[in-house]
Nanobody, 121 residues
Framework: VQLQASGGGLVQAGGSQRLSCAAS????????IGWFRQAPGKEREFVAA???????YYSDSVKGRFTISRDNAKNTVYLQMNSLKPEDTGVHYC????????????????WGQGTQVTVSS
């Protein structure tokens, strides 16, 4: 299983950015996919998840600003980030879920390499 996250970069506060997570080596449409992020000096935290259904779930810090979606034909999950804030800065990771609560890292079996998002004030 391989996950390739892309789309990060530098953006001004208030701007938008779309991250992509392309997966291979699995029956993509059967799995929950999650996004996490890690700011410098902080622990990795949950951002959003999408089930195969495709129901979604967001952390309180991004609810109403971020939208997670999936295109099963392209084996890709997207994270549309709007109204970005400096506190959204960090390496953003996508991961394939296995079981358990989607907000816990332990619930994910495979991780991508991450893509850096930097929001300037």
């Amino acid at each position: 299983v391989q996950l390739q996250a892309s789309g990060g970069g530098l953006v001004q506060a208030g701007g938008s950015q779309r991250l992509s997570c392309a997966a291979s080596g699995l029956t993509f449409n059967s799995y929950t996919i999650g996004w996490f992020r890690q700011a410098p000096g902080k622990e990795r935290e949950f951002v959003a998840a999408i089930w195969s259904g495709p129901s979604t779930y967001y952390s309180d810090s991004v609810k109403g600003r971020f939208t997670i979606s999936r295109d099963n034909a392209k084996n890709t999950v997207y994270l549309q980030m709007n109204s970005l804030k400096p506190e959204d800065t960090g390496v953003h990771y996508c991961a394939v879920g296995r079981s358990g609560s989607v907000v816990r890292e332990e619930s994910y079996a495979y991780w991508g390499q991450g893509t850096q998002v930097t929001v300037s004030s």
